[in-house]
């Protein structure tokens, strides 16, 4: 079987959180038996959307991987930027058959639960490469 190949979509807003997100990802990627062949750096999550697209028409990769954290502040803008971002990533798997895996968190969280969430890069990461494999299989039959 051929090793699964991720591109991970990243956003550079709440740096601090999202690049140890990446970092636990990768090692992640690499614990399974995946390869990181694409990594994409992105302004905020709201830009995320784009970035997977232009990954997911790259032949080569099997599934995406978004990261980032969305962290509460004194409007709704949280909430509608996490809301229309995930609308959006769920559109574009379905779109172009490959699996994209949730790995933002928030909306309405804080900065401390935003650190304390940094694992959730790994969880996002076994999920695309769980569909991965789960889709092979039913391309088998």
Request: aromatic share 4%; proline share 2%.
């Amino acid at each position: 079987m051929d090793k699964i190949k991720l591109g991970l979509v990243v956003s550079e807003y709440n740096f601090d959180i999202t690049m140890m997100m990446l970092e636990r990802a990768k090692v992640e990627a690499e614990f399974l038996g995946a390869e990181v062949s694409h990594v994409l750096l992105v302004p905020g999550t709201f830009e995320i959307p784009l970035g997977v697209k232009k990954l997911l028409e790259i032949k080569s990769i099997d599934a995406v991987v978004t990261l980032g954290a969305v962290i509460e502040g004194e409007t709704e803008h949280d909430e509608i930027i996490m809301q229309n971002a995930a609308r959006k990533i769920e559109d574009l798997q379905v779109e172009y058959n490959k699996p994209v895996a949730l790995g933002i968190t928030g909306h309405g969280e804080t900065r401390l639960q935003a650190q304390e969430r940094i694992e959730k890069a790994r969880e996002a990461v076994h999920s695309a490469i769980k569909m991965v494999k789960r889709l092979r299989d039913i391309d088998k039959v």
